[in-house]
């Protein structure tokens, strides 16, 4: 059993070069069964999360439509479920992990995502972004923003590094205040560094004055954050009250988990919370291999009775 | 007259270096009096994108409230207004004309907004970006997605870039076949330039692999499209019809104009329209200058009255 793009994409090379045959399934389709198993039967698997408890558990349950799930690939999707295998892409955006992986791997040179993840946690995203507080020099109350929000994504790092170009093309001629030039609000010049050996810096060199830390933190809260402001407003639109995140952009990784709780929580007030799976990635495949299996193939509530019907659970433990 | 965050933050380095009082506007308010002024007031101001009429203005008129204002500079506000000088921010994005700059100035070595506007009219956004044709090998119609829909911004890049690293570190070692990796579906290796050279390839040597020219129009359009998605859910949210966009990012830049408009039409099924103004960059500006101006300082419709009122047009003209 298959699914996924690559499930039709690569279905004659899977069969010739493994000889396999390949039954393959519908991707949605089976994110979904995957998650009602996931959400209706199995205890300790769907959590919340917050700074002091950040796996709070919740208990399977069956009243669970309607529901959004926004599935955190490359891309993103945003599936609207009203019952059993009854769906509806409702939404989602190409800003997903794809993109993570595709910037941070041209501006640090990680060669994982476990290596950029690890960066972010290292990095403060202040150095590159531009702050509410770096442009007005407090919060802009009036408007309800802090200024520790991030205003603009990334929007530090035009202004720092034309500076350094022009302070490396006067080298040491007209001085700023010469030139009539206002220092910018958001650099100090220490921190960007000049590259006085060329004029035309190359591209390729001038990247190395941010830092790959830095730059992965940044970048992660900006994709994270985006997905979570277009999910709440998505469920809003479509009157939805839970929403799950699932999809291997999200593996279990703690900031990305705050970040994305954290959006659902500021942009609804409080009032919607971001439900997390302990086996994200593994939705769609779970999906697939349940929709082949007899109806009650497993045994309900068989994890617990740990005394009784072994030999039923054989299905239930292969998952 | 000074408004925007500058305003503030400047406050005593302009009054002190160039020996001027500083009258201080808040910015919403200004951009919203700019706004409502150039909508009501100016023919030829507001107008529509199609690919057949570039520009097709719009009649100034009255009756304009509710309406949403996207306003896009380094960051993205989006603000509702409900009559004059009766405003809400309602919400925004930190991804917008400073992500744009920073990462374009990071990853092209483009060093003003132009280049990299003219870099992305030339550039051709699936030689980075993961289309839905490139996962599925054909539309993914049960969802509603065609082939040419970006699926992954950027989404080409990781997986291209680790296949030259492979290939180099591998330098005729297994082939792929042995070492049973499936070729990507997404990455003709012709493509991808290996570097031979180095083990490890340096962060800043490798995007050299991609174009200037197609990560500019890849970002652009990740970045449009996704204000276009956001600004659409807010107007939906707030049950607002008509969404004006302004600020300095557009630059009456037909692109971004395109991609805007695109993103509206596209998301409200052709309900919902973009609206543009040819002096996008100056409604804060024009907004303070208003500000201080006794009431019916100008004369309505003075621009068509060529022959007369020539006394009273001055601070018409002046704008």
Not at 8 to 13: A, T
Not at 161 to 184: I, Q
């Amino acid at each position: 059993m298959a699914t996924g793009g690559g499930a039709f994409k690569f279905y004659d090379k899977i069969r010739e070069v493994l000889g396999v045959d390949v039954l393959r399934e519908d991707e949605m389709e089976c994110l979904i069964i995957g998650l009602d198993f996931f959400i209706t039967e199995i205890p300790r698997e769907v959590f919340t999360y917050s700074e002091t408890d950040p796996m709070q558990f919740e208990e399977p349950r069956s009243d669970i439509y309607p529901y959004l799930l926004v599935n955190i690939g490359s891309g993103v999707s945003m599936i609207k479920v009203s019952g059993p295998r009854e769906f509806q892409r409702v939404g989602g955006t190409s800003l997903g992990g794809g993109t993570l992986w595709g910037l941070l791997s041209l501006l640090t040179g990680a060669r994982t995502f476990d290596e950029m993840l690890a960066n972010a946690e290292r990095g403060d995203n202040a150095k590159v972004d531009m702050l509410v507080g770096d442009i007005y020099g407090t919060d802009y109350g009036k408007i309800g923003l802090k200024s520790s929000t991030i205003a603009s994504s990334f929007g530090k790092v035009f202004r720092m590094k034309r500076e350094a170009e022009r302070e490396a093309e006067d080298s040491g001629g007209l001085s700023k205040n010469d030139a009539g030039f206002l220092p910018s609000p958001t650099s100090p010049t220490s921190s960007a560094e000049p590259n006085p050996t060329s004029e035309v810096p190359e591209p390729e060199s001038s990247s190395s004055s941010f830092n790959a830390e830095d730059i992965s933190r940044s970048l992660l809260y900006a994709i994270s954050n985006n997905i979570g402001q277009i999910a709440y407003l998505q469920s809003e639109k479509h009157n939805l009250s839970t929403i799950y995140f699932g999809g291997s952009f999200i593996r279990g990784h703690r900031q990305t988990i705050n970040t994305l709780s954290y959006a659902i929580k500021f942009w609804s007030d409080g009032a919607k919370k971001a439900y997390f799976l302990r086996h994200e990635g593994f939705l769609g495949a779970v999906g697939a291999f349940l929709k082949r299996q007899p109806r009650n193939w497993g045994r309900r509530g068989s994890l617990e009775e740990s005394g009784s019907g072994v030999g039923d659970r054989k299905g239930a433990d292969g998952i």
